[in-house]
């Protein structure tokens, strides 16, 4: 059994009844694993730092195992790490959202999305009934809320560099350890992950999910640490026929979002006199976004557009409820998929999103 070799911590990031259930869902499904097995150690100021506290507290002889207070562990998770577990590996598990059905991650990879270095988490958002997972694949990084590190690694690989900004450390530290002959798996096991550990501090630099906020951090890291990092894939991005009619076509157009996929439109279909920004972040309000600043969505008048692009796929719904009904025939909403080295994106009625969500 991998546990009798293996020293368990859980990082206390959330507390309360998210530290309750997280425990209760671990001894119930660990075959006997015991609450004192467990050491308990609080959040610091970034995950980095946390992580680095765990590498030197734990026993050098023994392998670890690290999870986070917003997981909840569902059964067949221990099995499977039993089996697939092995000296000079990293290991992580399936995520699936809080809903239990959609995917969060089946593991991330590097890519290159429009020429530029990025990273993708494999089938996120599909629903766990159409994915036929493996047993297990490789993978440039696991979700480190999870993951199981032997001693071998860790003896090589002595520490999370801080550069991860509470995003990116898990990845960096794969990377380090394949640099030195290492792997990391992503096991088919599902856990759920409520993804909100890493986003409780009031520092935008360690919380934000803000892309305008990461961009730099993540040009820096990527050019310090993934230089010779293997691409998995090569993506492009293709937007319909009816979609850049719409917006080369529109004389006034309200963009909400300042991500990739409205840098990408901007810098492609649209005139930047006729494209406004708006953002709900306070830490993105009054920035500059292809030389506009970016407004305050709730301060917006919708009536001075003809179209109200949202750009932020995967938040949909969000932005539509906080819409008053009578400006939604102006939304402008996306629909992806991915089709082998491309992503394409076409035109989607709004209340499709209102539809599948509910």
């Known amino acids: 059994m991998i546990f009798k070799n293996t020293q368990v911590f859980m990082i206390e990031a959330l507390g309360g009844e998210f530290k309750k259930h997280s425990l209760a869902s671990f001894i119930k499904t660990s075959q006997g694993l015991k609450i004192n097995h467990i050491s308990i150690v609080k ?19 023994k392998d670890i195992f690290i999870f986070v207070d917003d997981i909840v562990f569902l059964a067949g998770w221990n099995e499977s790490l039993n089996k697939n577990a092995k000296d000079g590996l990293i290991v992580g598990f399936s995520m699936l959202n809080k809903d239990g059905q959609s995917i969060q991650d089946f593991g991330y990879d590097l890519i290159k999305l429009d020429g530029a270095l990025s990273t993708q988490g494999l089938h996120k958002g599909e629903q766990i009934t159409k994915k036929k997972l493996p047993q297990y694949r490789q993978c440039s990084a696991v979700c480190g809320c999870a993951m199981w590190i032997s001693k071998t690694v860790l003896k090589n690989v002595e520490s999370f560099p801080l550069e991860g900004n509470n995003r990116w450390g898990e990845m960096i530290y794969s990377n380090l350890a394949r640099q030195k002959g290492f792997k990391t798996i992503v096991l088919s096991s599902h856990l759920i992950h409520h993804g909100t550990s890493t986003k409780q501090k009031k520092d935008p630099l360690l919380s934000s999910n803000s892309w305008l906020v990461e961009r730099d951090m993540w040009n820096n890291i990527s050019s310090k640490f993934f230089y010779d990092a293997p691409v998995v894939k090569n993506l ?50 009054g920035m500059k976004f292809h030389n506009k600043e970016i407004k305050n969505f709730n301060k917006i008048d919708f009536s001075n557009y003809d179209k109200i692009f949202v750009s932020a796929v995967g938040y949909e719904k969000k932005i539509i409820i906080s819409i008053p009904e009578n400006f939604r025939y102006k939304l402008l909403c996306l629909q992806k998929l991915i089709k082998k080295n491309r992503i394409e994106y076409s035109v989607c009625r709004y209340q499709s999103f209102l539809d599948y969500y509910d």
């Open 43 to 61: 959040e610091e100021k970034s995950r980095e730092e946390t992580l680095n506290l765990i590498l030197k507290k734990r026993n050098i002889d």
């Open 236 to 285: 492009y991005s293709k937007f319909s026929s009816e979609f850049i009619d719409t917006i080369k076509t529109t004389n006034s157009i309200l963009i909400y979002g300042c991500g990739t996929i409205s840098d990408l439109v901007s810098k492609n279909f649209l005139i930047g006199s006729k494209a406004d920004y708006v953002s709900t972040l306070p830490e993105e309000i």
